[in-house]
């Protein structure tokens, strides 16, 4: 069984949020239930990541209400993630449940996860699966030799509206923050200050 990391760097990077995405359930301050992954195992570890690239908020999300985090990772900035050790196929399921479908077997994300092939090469490794919001792969780099992925939406900071997130997707935000960095209040607010100014 073949892992890899799945990079957050919005609600996600909050544990309990993503549990709800694996076990199924709605997170805190959410208005819609995840069915969860067909693997429920919890992740293996979860690591800091420090991400070369700019987050930014866009579009209006049905789960919270306001903008969701994006990650441009050719525009120079900082991002703050957090790693999780995945299967593969926890990763499809993830990457399903972030567009509002349903896990299902024969995920082709599954299968580009498990085959740097099939990854378009060049810069960030990136991979558009498809038009929708989370359907753009990038591979962010490798930790313990094992891929770094992350998903996003396949334009860029500077190509879409921004828009301001509800204050329970920063709350969880701030959580995953807290947990996996171990950052105060006055550390998590300074980095909400540089990653919303555009908002």
Do not use: K
């Given at each position: 069984?073949?892992?890899?990391?799945?990079?957050?760097?919005?609600?996600?990077?909050?544990?309990?949020?993503?549990?709800?995405?694996?076990?199924?359930?709605?997170?805190?301050?959410?208005?819609?239930?995840?069915?969860?992954?067909?693997?429920?195992?919890?992740?293996?570890?979860?690591?800091?990541?420090?991400?070369?690239?700019?987050?930014?908020?866009?579009?209006?999300?049905?789960?919270?209400?306001?903008?969701?985090?994006?990650?441009?990772?050719?525009?120079?900035?900082?991002?703050?993630?957090?790693?999780?050790?995945?299967?593969?196929?926890?990763?499809?399921?993830?990457?399903?449940?972030?567009?509002?479908?349903?896990?299902?077997?024969?995920?082709?994300?599954?299968?580009?996860?498990?085959?740097?092939?099939?990854?378009?090469?060049?810069?960030?490794?990136?991979?558009?699966?498809?038009?929708?919001?989370?359907?753009?792969?990038?591979?962010?780099?490798?930790?313990?030799?094992?891929?770094?992925l992350t998903f996003?939406?396949?334009?860029?900071?500077?190509?879409?509206?921004?828009?301001?997130?509800?204050?329970?997707?920063?709350?969880?935000?701030?959580?995953?923050?807290?947990e996996a960095r171990?950052?105060?209040?006055?550390?998590?607010?300074?980095?909400?200050?540089?990653?919303?100014?555009?908002?």
């Open positions: 069984m073949s892992h890899v990391w799945y990079v957050s760097y919005g609600s996600n990077m909050s544990a309990a949020r993503l549990g709800c995405y694996l076990e199924g359930g709605c997170p805190p301050g959410g208005s819609r239930h995840n069915p969860g992954a067909r693997d429920r195992t919890p992740p293996t570890r979860s690591v800091p990541v420090d991400l070369p690239g700019t987050t930014y908020f866009a579009g209006e999300s049905p789960q919270w209400g306001g903008g969701v985090a994006f990650y441009d990772h050719e525009t120079p900035g900082f991002t703050a993630a957090r790693g999780y050790l995945l299967t593969a196929g926890q990763l499809a399921d993830v990457a399903a449940q972030e567009m509002y479908r349903v896990p299902a077997p024969d995920d082709p994300v599954e299968q580009i996860a498990l085959d740097r092939s099939l990854r378009s090469p060049g810069a960030g490794l990136r991979h558009e699966l498809g038009p929708g919001r989370y359907e753009t792969l990038v591979e962010v780099g490798r930790y313990d030799g094992v891929p770094l996003t939406a396949p334009h860029g900071a500077e190509h879409v509206e921004h828009t301001r997130p509800a204050p329970a997707y920063l709350e969880a935000m701030a959580t995953g923050l807290r171990g950052w105060d209040e006055e550390q998590v607010a300074a980095y909400f200050a540089a990653v919303l100014r555009a908002a």
